[in-house]
């Protein structure tokens, strides 16, 4: 058994959470769209055409913004191609995952699910194969009370409200060079700069988000954000960051041990930001967009046969998660709102289907993967004001990223709600026994001790068998002093009052 130590001190604050840490991501990419949020012919559709199972599972895993259409897929598409009368819009190819798009859904579309949904919409402009021109009109479009071209537009196409988007994303991935219109550094940052500068000309209270890189592992990971943000720094709030991780030939500790890469991420990102807002005698601070991380099994996509074909909504990156997987994500939640105050906004890539935390069949059922767990809890659970909380961990070595604690953990309280602890134990061999020190908190109780583990940690939730892997009551709960009994790779949530 490991002996693990960490404090809770309402003292130790971060910074407030904030509800953007529970964003998530559609986009047009296999059936994420078609037979995911939208199956018109599903028994269970609601008169638009949305999945009412998928807008529950939604709600339930609480959800604050959805960013959309891209990924990949905004950097060769024309927003113009999904408005207006639905048996008039055209089907294009879609270059970045070789299918074919039927336009059926588009920005009005999106807009009426997220209102169903509950969630704000965050919306990616195309600089890959398009500029400053066609971003203007999607704003125009979506946010422009009336009285224009594109606003009329809107109205005649059934929205009379503007959609009063706040958060856009500058283009997706600039950096990489599967990107359709891939970009050098300085010619991206200098069409974000314009095209930053333009859309605050129509709507000046706009949060925009400059692409930052495509993981940490980038050959031009920091020089990029430099030079992007020397471009684009007066203009824009946010510099974005992706990442994704999967157990590598068979190398569940490092694997585990993946927020360690987040982290260095994290700080690496902020302190070229930092840097850049020094040089330009800056006081202005750019926070970082998270807007995609998750577990991704690319290495598998990446060694499968390339298409040939065109399909409509093909089953692309579809991967069923397991308790490990849920486990290394849970790390990712923490590291997230352990840097709540300069990671104020991420996004779950991607919400259904997709590397997805909610399954769906067509014409059928849908289902919560294992990673919907830990993010539902941390959604519905944090609050207040998120806690350092100085852990005392054994640590292992893992072949990634060397010597790593085995227990990662943060805490949010809020003065009315009380305190949540959200813990991961790395450990593969044992439990692992933590001592909580509340005394900063007075007298406290457990309300409420969950674990999420399984005795094979490769165990997954199936349409047939969907509650296989879900948080259970953690029967190791000791009082004074407190103590939870954590078993071996497992994502765990105690509820103080
Ligand atoms: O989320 C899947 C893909 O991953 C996105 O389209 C892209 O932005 C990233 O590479």
Redesign the pocket.
């Known amino acids: 058994m490991h002996q693990a130590k960490l404090t809770l001190d309402p003292a130790f604050k971060v910074a407030p959470v904030s509800r953007r840490t529970f964003g998530s ?1 559609v ?1 047009h ?1 296999g059936r994420c769209v078609y037979t995911g949020i939208y199956e018109p012919g599903h028994p269970g559709a609601d008169d638009d055409g949305f999945r009412r199972d998928v807008l529950d599972l939604t709600r339930e895993l609480g959800v604050s913004t959805v960013r959309y259409p ?4 905004v950097s060769g598409y024309r927003w113009e191609d999904g408005v207006g009368p639905v048996a008039e819009r055209p089907r294009r190819l879609d270059l ?1 995952w070789h299918s074919t798009e039927t336009n059926e859904v588009g920005v009005d579309e999106f807009v009426r699910w997220c209102g169903k949904a509950g969630v704000e919409p965050m919306m990616a402009v195309n600089l890959g194969t398009r500029g400053i021109a066609e971003a203007l009109d999607l704003l125009e479009y979506c946010n422009h009370p009336s009285g224009t071209a594109l606003s009329d537009l809107r109205a005649a196409n059934g929205a009379k409200e503007p959609h009063g988007i706040r958060m856009w994303c500058l283009g ?2 600039m950096d ?1 060079p ?1 990107q359709t219109g891939h970009k050098t550094a300085r010619e991206y940052g200098r069409l974000a700069a314009e095209t930053a500068r333009a859309m605050r000309m129509l709507d000046p209270g706009l949060e925009l988000v400059a692409c930052g890189s ?1 993981s940490s592992g980038m050959p031009t990971f920091g020089a990029w954000e430099a030079e992007v943000l020397e471009e684009t720094y007066e203009l824009v709030d946010y510099i974005s960051c ?1 990442a ?1 991780y999967e157990e590598k030939e068979g190398d569940l500790g490092s694997f585990l041990a993946s927020s360690a890469d987040m982290q260095y991420f994290i700080s690496s990102v902020v302190a070229t930001a930092d840097h850049v807002g020094a040089r330009l005698k800056s006081r202005k601070k750019i926070n970082i967009s998270f807007d ?1 991380w998750n577990v ?1 099994y690319l290495s598998r996509f990446q060694n499968a046969e390339p298409r040939q074909d065109w399909p409509v909504a093909p089953p692309l ?1 579809e991967d069923h998660y397991h308790l490990a997987d849920a486990v290394a994500f849970g790390g990712l939640l923490i590291t997230l709102l352990r840097n709540s105050d300069r990671v104020p906004a991420a996004s779950l ?2 919400l259904v289907n ?2 997805a935390p909610i399954m769906t069949e067509p014409g059928g059922r849908a289902w919560r993967q294992t990673t919907f767990h830990p993010f539902a809890q941390a959604s519905r659970h944090a609050a207040g004001d998120v806690l350092r909380v100085e852990p005392v961990s054994p640590s292992y070595e893992t072949k990634a990223y060397g010597e790593v604690p085995l227990l990662e953990a943060v805490a949010t309280h809020a003065e009315a709600g009380g305190t949540t602890l959200f813990a991961v134990n790395r450990a593969t061999d044992a439990p692992l026994s933590l001592e909580i020190d509340a005394r900063a908190l007075g007298g406290v109780r457990v309300v409420e001790a969950t674990t999420l583990s399984d005795p094979d940690v490769y165990a997954r939730n199936t349409a047939d068998d969907p509650t296989r892997v879900v948080p259970r009551p953690n029967p190791g709960v000791e009082a004074d002093p407190l103590r939870v009994l954590l078993p071996p790779v497992s994502w765990n949530v105690i509820r103080l009052a």
């Open positions: 991501f986009e990419l891209g990924g990949n897929f970045a997706n991935e990489g599967w495509s992706h994704y995609e991704w990156l890539a991607q997709v590397i």
